[in-house]
């Protein structure tokens, strides 16, 4: 669902579901931003684009896996950021918002 506005992709943390027509990406990371690490975890762990493997290694590094992260960076073709969970959240969403 590209082209949704930042601001729109974050009101909508306030309804009960993601927004219907968001990618498995920006669902993952709606689920995450609402406290549930195991669906957001779902939605990607089985897609093999380099976008997931970024959101995978996001969650990982979150959950203190940072073996388990810095595997999924890797994958992804990037390196552990050094910038607050919450920075790279918002930078992984507006990424996945422009395609």
């Not at 709606?30 to 669906?39: L, V, Y």
């Not at 959101?55 to 910038?83: C, F, M, S, T």
């Amino acid at each position: 669902m590209a082209g949704i506005p930042f601001e729109s992709y974050i009101q909508s943390l306030e309804e009960a579901q993601p927004t219907v027509g968001l990618s498995d990406h920006l669902k993952a990371l709606w689920h995450d931003r609402r406290g549930d690490w195991d669906t957001a975890h779902a939605c990607v762990q089985d897609l093999p684009d380099r976008s997931a493997a970024h959101i995978h290694a996001y969650l990982h590094r979150k959950e203190g896996d940072i073996w388990n992260a810095d595997y999924w960076y890797q994958r992804a073709g990037r390196q552990r950021p050094e910038v607050s969970l919450n920075e790279e959240w918002e930078q992984i969403v507006r990424m996945m918002l422009e395609d």
